[in-house]
Structure formats: structure tokens, C-alpha cells
Nanobody, 117 residues
């Protein structure tokens, strides 16, 4: 099983980016999917989660600006990021709890988001 993230880049403050992360392999089902981020010198933190049923949870710092969604048919999770701030600069990692016989956590390779002031 692999998670392939894409969509990072350089954007000015106030701009938008959309991250995508597709899971591939011999997948039976995917439970929760989410995005985490790690800024330089800081610990990795949760950004947003979405369950298989579509329930969402967001970090307080991104509520109202970021939207997580998923396409179950494509095994893909998205993160729409609007009104970006310099403090959103980080490497963003996708995560999914995937059932392949037994369930386990899988991580994508990370995609860099840089927000300039």
C-alpha cells in the first residue's frame, strides 16, 4: 500500500492551495484519512481528519480556512487550503488507516507548502 501526496508549492499569504493524496495497492477498505503537518523545529501536528462516513475534525488554527474531503471511489483525500498564512508553512503529510487483511496506519511522503508574507 502506498499513499502519494501532491499539490504543495509556494503561495503568497491569502492565497489557496489544494493538496491531494491517493492510496493505492491491495486495499480492502479505508477508515479515517487525514492530514498532518510539521514545521521546521516543531513537532508534527494534526491538521484535519475525515472518517469513512464523512465526519470531519480540524485543528483550531485552520478551522474556517481549510476543508478536508475524500473520494472513496478513488481512495483519495483532499485538503483545500484558503486564506493561507505564513504560519501554515510546513511539510504536509497524509495519513490513512487502511485495512489490508488487518488494519494499519500508512503515511504519505510529505509535500512542502510555503506561504510567503
Amino acid at each position: 500500500v502506498q499513499l502519494q501526496a501532491s499539490g504543495g508549492g509556494l503561495v503568497q499569504a491569502g492565497g489557496s492551495l489544494r493538496l491531494s493524496c491517493a492510496a493505492s495497492g491491495r486495499i480492502l477498505s479505508i477508515n479515517r484519512m487525514g492530514w498532518y503537518r510539521q514545521a521546521p523545529g516543531k513537532q508534527r501536528e494534526l491538521v484535519a481528519l475525515i472518517t469513512s462516513g464523512g465526519s470531519t475534525n480540524y485543528a483550531y488554527s485552520v478551522k474556517g480556512r481549510f476543508t478536508i474531503s475524500r473520494d472513496n471511489a478513488k481512495n483519495t483525500v483532499y485538503l483545500q487550503m484558503n486564506s493561507l498564512k505564513p504560519e501554515d508553512t510546513a511539510v504536509y503529510y497524509c495519513n490513512a488507516y487502511i485495512i489490508v487483511g488487518i488494519g494499519d496506519d500508512y503515511w504519505g511522503q510529505g509535500t512542502l507548502v510555503t506561504v510567503s508574507s
